[in-house]
Structures are given as structure tokens and as C-alpha cells.
Nanobody, 114 residues
Framework: QVQLVESGGGLVQPGGSLRLSCAAS????????MKWYRQASGKEREWVAT???????NYADSVKGRFTMSRDNTKNTVYLQMNGLKSEDTAVYYC????????WGQGTQVTVSS
């Protein structure tokens, strides 16, 4: 059974850094495109980053140069390194596997505030 569990969210000051993790089980995450999305309160969910089975990455313009997606195949886990955080990055962050209709994790809250 496919499961995705996000962790690593929390409260961070503007300009700070945070690393989110998405632990996969029930499948081999390196065999699929994995994605990060985020949803701020009252707003639509938006795509943030993608990593492909080949290891290539791409990012939304809003986070390009600040966020980096990676994976550890031995741990079946993907990551989102978030640097230079801004208040507008505040959202619930979700990971998703590009499989069938897509499977989502439960999300982890990131709050950027002084």
C-alpha cells in the first residue's frame, strides 16, 4: 500500500531555512516522479518542485534559487531544502507521487513569521 508521510515543518523566521522530508512506503519512490506542492490558507494548492526518476529537478518560479529537491534512495525518502524563507512561503506542504491519479501525504505545516 502506497503511503507518503511528510515531516520537518515548523515555525521559522524570515530568511531562515527548513528541510522537509517525505518518507515513502509501499513503492520505490526513485521509480516515479515525486513532487512537492503547497497550499496556503484560503488559496489553491500550487506546485512547488518535481524530481524525476532520472534525477532531474524543476521548480516553480516563486521558489527557484531558494528551494532544492533531492532524494535518498536508500531511505526511500525525498526532501525539500528551503532556504531564504519568506512569509509568503507559509503553507501546508504536501508530497505527491505521480502514480495513477496520484497519492498524497498528510502534509506538514510551514510557518514563516517573526
Amino acid at each position: 500500500q502506497v503511503q507518503l508521510v511528510e515531516s520537518g515543518g515548523g515555525l521559522v523566521q524570515p530568511g531562515g531555512s527548513l528541510r522537509l522530508s517525505c518518507a515513502a512506503s509501499g513503492f520505490t519512490s526513485s521509480s516515479y516522479a515525486m513532487k512537492w506542492y503547497r497550499q496556503a490558507s484560503g488559496k489553491e494548492r500550487e506546485w512547488v518542485a518535481t524530481i524525476t526518476p532520472a534525477g532531474s529537478t524543476n521548480y516553480a518560479d516563486s521558489v527557484k534559487g531558494r528551494f532544492t529537491m533531492s532524494r535518498d534512495n536508500t531511505k526511500n525518502t525525498v526532501y525539500l531544502q528551503m532556504n531564504g524563507l519568506k512569509s509568503e512561503d507559509t503553507a501546508v506542504y504536501y508530497c505527491k507521487v505521480q502514480m495513477g491519479l496520484g497519492y498524497w501525504g498528510q502534509g506538514t505545516q510551514v510557518t514563516v513569521s517573526s
